[in-house]
């Protein structure tokens, strides 16, 4: 018998938490848990466990435990510690109709687009601001003859 095979007999997290991204998988398939065919295995993972601790299938996380509960990150010491911004970041614009679901190129592409977008609009308004000086120089220049 598979390991995938004792766990869907006997679904033990110690067990799920050695499988293989492959492995994953196919316990992804048995319990129709959609994941993301290029996700990292430790995504993967923590998909896999949510859905089954929703479904019953794992007890639910004890508190003071980190079974299911995202890894927190560990700075190396040559980080420093910086505190959160003042005012919320600025976030990009959502396209009508687009969601999460987009691809890793597709967020590039379109990264690049509304960067492209921004770039233009500030060339547009510098050129606005220098047509402005430029007429007032001008009045400027025949209010001086008068």
Known sequence: MSAVE???QNPMEDLLNTFTKEQ?????????????SKALKDCILSTIKEHLVQLGVLPAA?????????????????????SPPEQ??????????????????QQKE?????????????????????LHAVELEKLRYTASFT
Do not use: C, I, W, Y
């Not at 994953?24 to 993301?36: G, I, Q, Y």
């Open 110 to 130: 379109l990264l690049t687009l509304q960067h492209k977008l921004e770039m233009e609009r500030n060339k547009a308004q510098e050129r606005d601001q220098a």
């Open 24 to 36: 994953l998988f196919k316990v992804a398939d048995h319990f129709e848990v959609k994941v993301p």
């Open 62 to 82: 004890v508190e003071g435990s980190d079974a299911v509960s995202a890894p927190t990150p560990v700075l190396p010491a040559v980080f420093p510690q910086v």
């Open 6 to 8: 004792d766990f869907l």
């Open 88 to 105: 919320p970041l600025k976030l990009v614009r959502p396209v009508a109709g687009v969601g999460v679901s987009l691809t890793f190129d």
